[in-house]
């Protein structure tokens, strides 16, 4: 394995996370989208602008991932109501992409927050599962900031060192991935959502991001880890984000069990 990975695995089974949190998210991945950087501070950490163009050369090749996926429990057909095979909207890395990548399913290192179950199968343009395709997502944690960065974002900002709510996974032969994880904070100007990006062999074919719907968020919110920061300052309308939610990058949201389901299709060009 290259310098920079490592795999970690986690420490919570699927029974625990489920009673622990109740929310499950499920999410297909296709295509590139793009992201505002929130306000950043001078550290040596602070990443490209968001206009920079995407680049590999944070994460080592995909050919060094794991060689086989962990065991999922989610099955095609919990996505088979997700609408048709149309390529997911493309969006650049930022902000603050993954700096180490670590191979493991529950990325919240104990972090508090509503906990969410995420599940991406990456299919083509023909709906055919991609199996071994590494997908890896980072996002804020409950007070909307990034690890790995001093970002200026809300609430705390911790910085260099830190990777809660980053990791990666190899799809199975059905092209699925899981993570637990925790439903995103916000920080100002833009709407709830998780980066993603899917490699293929050696090759990036994907870098984008997924949406949540407003009310849906405005619920969680009110949760006392998010409580404090109150409501998101930009609701998915104003972000430039809207357009790419209304073309396949919105989750789709079901209660369950006390949590939630989060589905999206995720289509690449391959």
Same mark, same amino acid.
């Given at each position: 394995m290259?310098?920079g990975?490592r795999?970690a695995? $986690?420490?919570?089974?699927?029974?625990t996370?489920?009673?622990?949190?109740? @929310?499950?998210?499920?999410? =297909?991945a296709?295509?590139d989208?793009?992201?505002?950087?929130?306000?950043?501070?001078? $550290?040596?950490?602070?990443?490209?602008?968001? &206009?920079?163009p995407?680049?590999?050369?944070?994460?080592?090749?995909? #050919?060094?991932a794991p060689?086989?996926?962990?065991?999922?429990?989610?099955a095609?057909?919990?996505?088979?109501?997700?609408?048709?095979?149309v390529?997911?909207?493309r969006?650049?890395?930022?902000?603050?992409?993954t700096?180490?990548?670590l191979?493991?399913r529950?990325?919240t290192?104990?972090?508090?927050?509503?906990a969410?179950?995420?599940?991406l199968?990456? @299919?083509?343009q023909d709906?055919?599962p991609?199996?071994?395709a590494?997908?890896?997502i980072?996002?804020t944690?409950?007070t +909307?900031?990034?690890?790995?960065?001093?970002d200026?974002?809300?609430g705390?900002?911790?910085?260099?060192?830190?990777t809660?709510?980053?990791g990666?996974?190899v799809?199975d032969?059905?092209?699925?991935?899981? =993570?637990?994880?925790?439903?995103?904070?916000?920080?100002? +100007?833009? #709407?709830?959502? @998780?980066?993603?990006?899917v490699?293929?062999?050696?090759?990036?074919?994907?870098?984008?991001?997924?949406?949540?719907?407003?009310?849906?968020?405005?619920?969680?919110f009110t949760?006392d880890?998010?409580?404090?920061n109150g409501?998101?300052?930009?609701?998915? #309308?104003a972000?430039?984000?809207?357009?790419?939610? #209304?073309?396949g990058?919105?989750?789709?949201?079901?209660?369950d069990?006390?949590? &939630?389901?989060?589905?999206v299709?995720v $289509? @690449?060009?391959v």
């Amino acid at each position: 394995m290259s310098p920079g990975y490592r795999r970690a695995t $986690s420490s919570i089974s699927r029974r625990t996370f489920r009673s622990a949190t109740g @929310i499950s998210v499920v999410a =297909f991945a296709c295509g590139d989208d793009t992201d505002a950087a929130p306000p950043a501070t001078s $550290s040596s950490t602070t990443p490209p602008g968001d &206009t920079e163009p995407d680049t590999d050369s944070d994460v080592t090749d995909a #050919a060094d991932a794991p060689p086989s996926a962990d065991p999922v429990a989610f099955a095609p057909e919990d996505f088979e109501a997700l609408g048709a095979c149309v390529l997911f909207p493309r969006a650049a890395a930022g902000p603050f992409p993954t700096l180490e990548q670590l191979y493991r399913r529950d990325v919240t290192e104990g972090y508090p927050g509503h906990a969410m179950r995420v599940g991406l199968r990456v @299919i083509d343009q023909d709906c055919r599962p991609v199996s071994g395709a590494t997908v890896e997502i980072w996002h804020t944690d409950a007070t +909307g900031d990034y690890s790995s960065y001093e970002d200026g974002g809300n609430g705390k900002d911790e910085g260099q060192g830190t990777t809660f709510m980053r990791g990666a996974q190899v799809a199975d032969d059905n092209g699925i991935v899981e =993570f637990q994880t925790i439903y995103p904070g916000w920080y100002p +100007g833009r #709407a709830v959502h @998780i980066h993603l990006r899917v490699r293929v062999d050696d090759a990036l074919v994907l870098t984008g991001q997924v949406y949540f719907d407003d009310a849906y968020t405005a619920e969680v919110f009110t949760e006392d880890a998010y409580a404090a920061n109150g409501e998101p300052d930009t609701l998915l #309308a104003a972000d430039f984000g809207a357009d790419d939610a #209304a073309n396949g990058a919105l989750l789709a949201l079901t209660p369950d069990g006390g949590g &939630t389901t989060a589905l999206v299709n995720v $289509s @690449i060009p391959v």
